[in-house]
C-alpha cells in the first residue's frame, strides 16, 4: 500500500537527521577561509580544489532562474552571484515572492507551461514525493554520487530525506529543528530560566500574563502557521498517535487529538497567545521590545531576530518544548528545505550545475548563515552559537527527530488542515467542528489513495 511505503520513507528521513546531528557534533572544529569574490580565476579554482570539488570548466555562461518565498535569500543571491561567476560561469536570477501560498500555485502552475522554473525552494516528505510522482522534478541521483563520495563536504545521509523510489532529487539547502525561542532580558528581569518540565513552561507563562507580558507570539499571515502548536503540542503528548495521524492510521477526532485541542484552547483561555501579527514584521518587534516573551517557530527563524538587532545567546536563546506527558520522550520537529530543479526547465542541465555550485563550501557557508540550523556539510559549523547548544542538546538528550506536519502528510491534507487550525485559533471555542471537518476531508481522502 501507498500509506507503507510513505511510513518508511519517513523513517529513513528521520534516520537520516540523526546522521546529521551526529556529523555536525563531530566536526565543530572545522573550517576554512573563503575565497574573496574579488580573487582572480586561478585562486578561485584552488579554492575549488581545496573544497575538494572540481575546477569550473571553460563553459557557455549559464543562467539560472532562481524561485523562492524567503525573502532573505534576495541578499544571497546578490552575494554569492561574484563567488559562482568565477568559480562555475554561473548567474542566478531571483524570482521572489513574500506569500508562501502564491508561491506554492506559481511554480506548481509553471509545470504547466513552457516556464518551468529553473532551480526553486521547496520541502521534503509529501511534498517532494508528490512533485517527484507527477515527473516534474530533475532526478540528479547521478550528481549525488559525487557530492555524497568520500572527501567531499555534501553530509550522505542527507540524501535519505531526498529521495522517492530510489531516486535523489535537489541539493539540501538547510536542515531545521523547531525551537521556541526566548527573550533573554525579559526572561532575567523576571527571574526565569529555560523549563525542562511542561508545568515550568506554564508558570513560565503565568509569569509574564502578570507583568503584562505576552507569554507566545502567534501568526496567521500564510495559512500554514496553522499546524505550529498543533504538531507540537501532538509529538509532546502522543508522537506515536502523530505518526499514525499523518498517515492516515488515525482519526482527527480520536480522543487523543480531542485532548490536545482542549489544551491549546485553554492556553487561549489564559491569555497565553498575542493577537495574530505577521512573522517577518510584527513578530520581531513586538520580541526585541520585551512585548512577547517567545515565539515557538524553525531555527531558520534567527534570520528575522538577527535582523532587529538581537544577537544569539545575548538577546535571545531558545529551548525545545518540554515533553506534556512523561512518556512522549525527548521529541522534536524536524524539516529539511531542498532546492529542487524542474525537469521541463528550458535549461535543465544548466540549472542542475547551477545547484551543484551552491554546494561547495563557500556559498553554502553564506547559505547557512542565511537560514540559520544545522550545517550541511562537514567542514561547515553552525553559524550561531544558539544553534550550536540547540543541536548539543538534541545530541545529548537523544531526541527522537519528527517530520513537521507540512512535509509528513499529504499536501491536500496539510494545507487543509492548516486553515482548520487557524479557524479554531480565531474561535477556540470551535476546536470540535475543527477537528470534524479535517478528519472528513482525510477520510475521503485515504479511501481514494489506498
Known sequence: MKKKNVLLGSLAALSSLSLVVAGCSSNNNSGSNNTAATETNTAAATNNTTNNAPAAEEANPIKAQFYYDFAPLTDYIKEINPIVQTSDNVTFEGVPYTDTTAYQTAVRIGFTTQEAPDLFKWWNGYKLKELADS???????????????????????????????????????SAHYWT????KKVFADNG????????????????????????????IKDTWNGFIWFEDLLIHSYPDFYNKLVIGQAKYTDPEMVEVMELWKSMYDKGYFSKPMTMDAEIPQAFVKGEIGMYLVGTWYESFLNGVGMKPEEGYGSFIMPAIKPEAGNTVISEITPFLVSQNAKNRDDAIKAAISLTKKDTNEKLLKVFGGVPTRKDVEASSPTIKALVDNISKGNYTAITRYWEATPSELSEYGASEFIRFMLNPDQYMDVLNNIEKKAEKYWAEHK
Open 135 to 173: 515527473g516534474n522534478l530533475a532526478d540528479m541521483t547521478e550528481q549525488w554520487k559525487e557530492l555524497s563520495a568520500d572527501g567531499n563536504g555534501i553530509l550522505p545521509s542527507l540524501a535519505g530525506p531526498l529521495t522517492v523510489d530510489g531516486k535523489v532529487y535537489g541539493i539540501p539547502a
Open 180 to 183: 521556541i525561542f526566548y527573550n
Open 192 to 219: 526565569l530560566t529555560p523549563p525542562t518540565t511542561w508545568d515550568e513552561l506554564m508558570k513560565i507563562s503565568d509569569t509574564l500574563k502578570a507583568k503584562n507580558i505576552t507569554p507566545f507570539g502567534t501568526s
